[in-house]
C-alpha cells in the first residue's frame, strides 16, 4: 500500500485528518505550479529528516527553506559523524552525572542523540578558514554558502557517509536558496564570533547578517511569487526561523509599499505549541490574516503534533511512495 493511499484510508479524524487536508492541498497547490518555501526548526536534521527532505528537494518540492543554524550544521555533522553518534534511548532518565560524563567524553546531546566532538571540528575547521579568507577579500556569503563550500572540500568528501541523506547537498546541487535568521545560535555561530574575538578573523560583516539575509528573501519572493497560487509556506516548529521567513509579505507590502503583492498561497504548520502560552510556535494559522502574511480564502493548517512523525509523512505523500 502507497504512503498516500494509508494516509487517505486511515487518516479521517482530528490531527489525521488536519494532515490528509494538508498533503491534499499542497497536492493541489503543486499541481497547479506553485512553489513551496520551507521553514524548519527543532532538531529536524539530528533526527535525520534529511533522509525524505534531501529527496523532495531533487523532485523539485522544495524552492527555499529557512531554518536555525542548528539545522544548518547538523547535517553536515551528520554528513560525517553519523557513524559515531551516539543512540542514547533512555535519555529521559539519564540524571545529572550520566549528562556530565557525555561531556566529560566531548558528546553533546540532542534529545536522544549524542554528537561527538570529532564530527563538529572538521566542519569547524574548514569553516574558520574560509570565514579568514573572505574577510581578507572583501567577501560576504551566507552561513549556508560558506557551509556548502566546506562540503566541497576534497578530503571532506572522502569521509561523507550517506551523502543522499543530505538535503544540504541537495539543496546546493539543485541552487535552492536558504536562509539562517539568528545563526549565532549555533555552534558554527558560536566558532565564528570567537574566531572573531580572537583576531582570527577580521570582521563580522564577512558572514551575511539578518537584515541583509531578509533584503535576499524579499528579492527572491518577487521574483517567485506568481499571482495564482503563488508561493505556500510549510512550517516545521515555530521559532525565528517560522517568523522571519513568513513576515516578508508585510515588509514588502507594508515598509516598501508594494501592496499588491501576493501573500502566501498555502500555509501549513506542524506544532506541539499551544496558543495559551502566548509564544510564537504556537500561534495559529488565522492569526497570521491580521499580519497580511495570508488572506481568507489562503488554504491553512494547524498540525499539532511531532514534526518527526507527519512532516516524512506528508513529503511521502506529495513524493507518491
Not at 561531556?103 to 566532538?117: C, F, H, L, Q, W
Not at 549565532?184 to 565564528?192: K, P
Not at 508561493?231 to 507590502?253: E, K, N, R
Not at 503534533?305 to 506529495?318: G, H, R
Request: charged share 20%.
Amino acid at each position: 500500500m502507497q504512503v498516500a493511499e494509508f494516509i487517505e484510508r486511515h487518516y479521517g479524524h482530528f490531527n489525521a485528518r488536519e494532515l490528509r487536508a494538508a498533503a491534499r492541498a499542497w497536492r493541489d497547490h503543486a499541481d497547479a505550479g506553485g512553489r513551496m518555501f520551507l521553514s524548519m526548526s527543532g532538531a529536524m536534521s539530528t533526527a535525520g529528516f534529511g533522509r525524505i527532505l534531501a529527496r523532495a528537494i531533487r523532485a523539485g518540492l522544495i524552492h527555499g527553506i529557512a531554518c536555525t543554524g542548528a539545522n544548518l550544521e547538523e547535517d553536515a555533522f551528520r554528513l560525517i559523524g553519523a557513524d559515531t553518534y551516539e543512540t542514547l534511548p533512555d535519555w529521559r532518565t539519564l540524571g545529572p552525572q550520566r549528562e556530565a560524563e557525555l561531556y566529560a567524553r566531548g558528546v553533546s546531546r540532542v534529545t536522544d542523540t549524542g554528537i561527538p566532538e570529532t564530527a563538529m571540528q572538521p566542519i569547524e575547521s574548514l569553516l574558520i578558514r574560509r570565514w579568514e579568507a573572505a574577510a581578507r577579500s572583501g567577501r560576504q556569503a551566507s552561513p549556508a554558502d560558506f557551509l556548502q563550500d566546506v562540503l566541497h572540500d576534497a578530503w571532506l568528501r572522502e569521509h561523507f557517509i550517506e551523502p543522499e541523506a543530505s538535503w544540504l547537498l541537495a539543496a546546493a546541487e539543485h541552487a535552492v536558496p536558504i536562509w539562517t535568521p539568528g545563526w549565532e545560535d549555533s555552534s558554527t555561530g558560536n566558532a565564528f564570533s570567537a574566531a572573531v574575538m580572537r583576531g582570527d578573523v577580521a570582521r563580522h560583516d564577512c558572514v551575511e547578517p539578518g537584515t541583509a539575509q531578509m533584503n535576499r528573501l524579499v528579492r527572491w519572493y518577487l521574483e517567485n511569487c506568481d499571482p495564482a497560487p503563488g508561493i505556500g509556506y510549510f512550517q516545521i516548529g515555530g521559532g525565528i526561523p517560522g517568523d522571519f521567513a513568513i513576515c516578508v509579505v508585510p515588509l514588502i507590502t507594508r515598509e516598501l509599499g508594494l501592496e499588491d503583492t501576493p501573500t502566501w498561497g498555502y500555509f501549513c504548520q506542524v506544532t506541539d505549541a499551544e496558543t495559551t502560552y502566548g509564544g510564537y510556535s504556537g500561534a495559529p494559522p488565522d492569526e497570521k490574516i491580521t499580519w497580511g502574511k495570508l488572506r481568507p480564502g489562503t488554504p491553512r493548517f494547524d498540525i499539532h503534533s511531532d514534526a518527526t512523525i507527519v512532516a516524512p509523512l506528508i513529503l511521502a505523500y506529495m513524493l507518491e511512495d
